[in-house]
């Protein structure tokens, strides 16, 4: 896939980048080159292929899901400044 001038100031104004006009000509030939790139990826042949998340088979150390504080919403919101339904009231502040 070849890109044009106008391709490039397109994206440079998506981007919200400022271009120099000297490095239009360098910035169309190298992303050209990059889609050209993705395209030949593209065409080979992946059938009987695992996708895989990472290159190693490794598994997620977790921690067991168990409680270790004790639920204390009651005694905060005995302190809250504004409370209504369980929820805490605060000032608007999005007009």
Known sequence: MTLERA???KIAHLAR????EGDI?????????????VEQ???????GVDPMAHPLEMGQRL?????????QRARFQQIAPQVEAG???VPKVIE
């Open 87 to 89: 929820l805490y009231l």
């Open 63 to 71: 921690r067991p899901d168990q409680v270790t504080e004790t639920d």
């Open 17 to 20: 980048l400022r271009v120099d």
């Open 25 to 37: 000509p360098l910035y169309t030939r190298n992303l050209s080159g990059i889609l050209d790139l």
């Open 7 to 9: 391709d490039i100031e």
């Open 41 to 47: 990826m593209n065409q080979v042949d992946t059938t």
